[in-house]
């Protein structure tokens, strides 16, 4: 049944969904829900409810420049409500509460609690997605299409000025995706989160030393400041 619904939901979004932000896609929902299968192992959750979390929560997307960016969760919580009701007749109706919660309580800006086990599966999920190797990418990717520049050469970690991530793209290291693991609400999301922040500290580290002329090293100091997670090389089972 779960990928019955799956395919229809791809199918709906791939048509009807936000199309040209790439950060905000249907792979990034796939992964989304991919991960939230992962973090619900063992668990009591409704697999429904995280699938269509899963797949509805950026189904309003505003820029994160945007004035009403943080109400963007809760525009999508309504709009999600009306395309199941429309587009999917048969999605039972008892699930409709449930899903728009999770929806609306999966957003960093919003700030609203995640109170259901399904909405903190799918919060801390998509919270991962701005980690490790993807999230590096995201970063990057959702900052040129704000125009922002990658990083102050002359102070990249803001020792001397405020973070400001609008202008620096790698402001956000500090300003928000190094405070993600301390949100995370379930014991699976904050270990990954964990292991994947550590990630970041390490490409801090890297592009530190580059940025004072050494190509073969890290910056033992970054990683001093900024590495409470643990070991990056014992892998994850």
């Known amino acids: 049944m779960i990928r019955f619904w799956q395919t229809r939901f791809e199918q709906w979004l791939r ?9 905000h896609d249907v792979a990034h929902l796939r992964r989304v829900w991919l991960t939230a299968q992962r973090i619900m192992q063992g668990t009591e959750a409704d697999a429904l409810v995280v699938l269509a979390g899963s797949y509805f929560h950026d189904v309003v997307m505003m820029p994160k420049n945007h004035p009403e960016r943080h109400q963007a969760s809760f525009y999508a919580a309504a709009a999600t409500r009306s395309i199941l009701c429309d587009a999917f007749p048969d999605f ?6 449930a899903v728009a919660h999770v929806v609306a309580s999966h957003s960093f800006s919003a700030g609203m609690t995640a109170k259901t086990l ?3 599966i799918v919060q801390d999920a998509d919270r ?10 995201r ?22 000025r405020e973070l400001d991530d609008r202008h620096w793209a790698l402001d956000h290291f500090q300003q ?10 379930t014991l699976e999301g904050k270990r990954l989160a964990q292991h994947n922040t550590d990630f970041l500290v390490h490409y801090l580290a890297k592009l530190c030393a580059e940025l004072q002329g050494d190509l073969c ?5 970054v990683l001093k400041n900024f590495s409470p997670y643990g070991n990056l090389n014992k892998p994850l089972s």
């Open 15 to 23: 048509a009807n969904g936000p199309q040209q932000d790439h950060a």
């Open 92 to 97: 039972p109706p008892v699930l409709h509460d």
């Open 118 to 120: 399904e909405a903190k």
């Open 128 to 137: 991962l997605e701005s980690l490790g190797a993807i999230g590096l990418a």
């Open 139 to 160: 970063v990057f990717y959702i900052a040129g299409g704000l125009g922002s520049a990658l990083f102050d050469s002359d102070d990249p970690l803001a020792k001397s």
């Open 176 to 185: 928000k995706l190094f405070t993600l693991p301390d949100t995370m609400q």
């Open 217 to 221: 090293h890290v910056d033992d100091a």
